[in-house]
């Protein structure tokens, strides 16, 4: 295949945008606002779960005022394609001990809720002082495991959405928009 023809296919598959840059931005401010409120001067350890939440978490650190510590998880439930395998591997952990650090996990996208329940489960047993759990996108109507994030940006039907972060098959993740992906 030509390379007109392969950049055009790539295109193809960015269906619509869903949700904008300047939309994505407002919602980020609204996270710092909360989070600041919520925490109220109390440090916290945000931490993000590789690799969808990357730019999310890049840019929710510069809108909280709260003193905060980074640190990144790598979770796997996916293959390349776009449907759930509901196999949740840990792929890196944390080392550190977060017995004394109040947890907030940033997550990309809720989908079946099974990638989170795990996480989750995994580091309450850990004791930290409080956990909660912000994500930018959650499909509700997609849930196989019965989990509710305490914060979540944008609440979307179910489609299969790049950009952001989010990828399809390693692909996508630089947009700066949210786009529906066609599968055909
Ligand atoms: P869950 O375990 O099914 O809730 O899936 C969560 C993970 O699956 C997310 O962290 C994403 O990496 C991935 N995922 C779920 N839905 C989508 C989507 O629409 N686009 C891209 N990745 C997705
Ligand atoms: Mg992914």
Same mark, same amino acid.
């Given at each position: ?5 392969? #950049?055009?296919? *790539?295109?193809?598959?960015?269906? /619509? ?17 909360? +989070? ?8 916290? &350890? &945000? ?8 730019? *999310? ?14 640190? *990144? ?16 591997? +840990? ?18 996208? #809720? =989908? ?13 047993? /850990?004791?930290? &002082?409080?956990? /909660?759990?912000?994500?930018? &996108?959650?499909?509700?109507? /997609?849930? #196989?495991? =019965? ?6 940006? *944008? ?6 959405? +790049? ?22």
């Amino acid at each position: 295949m030509g390379k007109e023809k392969k #950049i055009q296919e *790539f295109r193809d598959k960015i269906k /619509r945008v869903i949700i904008t840059k300047e939309e994505i931005q407002k919602a980020i401010e609204r996270a710092g606002k909360e +989070i600041d409120s919520y925490y109220d001067g109390t440090p916290i &350890l &945000l931490i993000s779960i590789l690799k969808g939440a990357f730019v *999310f978490m890049a840019d929710v650190c510069k809108a909280v005022t709260v003193p905060c510590e980074v640190e *990144f998880m790598c979770a796997s439930s996916y293959y390349s394609g776009t449907e759930s395998t509901g196999v949740v591997k +840990i792929t890196k952990d944390i080392t550190r001990d977060i017995s004394k650090y109040h947890v907030v996990i940033l997550e990309d996208i #809720i =989908d079946t809720g099974r990638t989170l329940n795990d996480i989750v489960k995994l580091l309450k047993a /850990r004791n930290p &002082l409080s956990l /909660r759990v912000i994500t930018l &996108l959650d499909k509700p109507e /997609r849930r #196989i495991v =019965d989990f509710k994030p305490d914060v979540a940006l *944008f609440t979307i039907p179910d489609h299969f959405v +790049i950009g952001y972060g989010l990828d399809c098959g390693e692909l996508y993740r630089n947009l700066p928009y949210i786009a529906e992906y066609n599968a055909e």
